[in-house]
């Protein structure tokens, strides 16, 4: 069992940043990766970045190229998510997801999902 906690959000100005955590805690084995996802009313969840305990390689959906960063902290068990240049589209509720095996960008391949925390971002 892994129970996943995120902070970091809160309300932004558009081409602001904001850093998200994820707090791992529970059973996690290195090859295991962490997923950031999100939901805007209205709108399907969306796949944003994930990365591997094992590596650090990290992967980017398309919402996040070039503007959000993944990083981890292994030995705090920590997935951050660094969101610069932000703007009104980013608001969303943002979930940090675990999963060990599958597409790294399907929520499908995610068994444990945090509680998830809201992004605001105004124009």
Not at 6 to 15: K, R, T
Request: hydrophobic letters at 35%; a neutral charge.
């Amino acid at each position: 069992q892994v129970h996943l906690v995120e902070s970091g959000g809160g309300l932004a100005q558009a081409g602001g940043s904001l850093r998200l955590a994820c707090a791992a805690s529970g059973r996690t084995y290195s090859d295991d990766f962490i997923g950031w996802f999100r939901q805007a009313p209205g709108k399907e969840r969306e796949f944003v970045a994930a990365i591997r305990w094992i590596s650090n390689s990290p992967w980017y959906g398309d919402p996040a190229k070039g503007r959000f960063t993944i990083g981890a902290d292994n030995a705090k068990n920590t997935v951050y998510l660094h969101m610069y240049s932000l703007r009104s589209e980013d608001t969303a509720v943002y979930y940090c997801a675990g999963g060990s095996a599958g597409p790294i960008q399907n929520d499908r391949s995610y068994d444990y999902w945090g509680q998830g925390t809201q992004v605001t971002v105004s124009s």
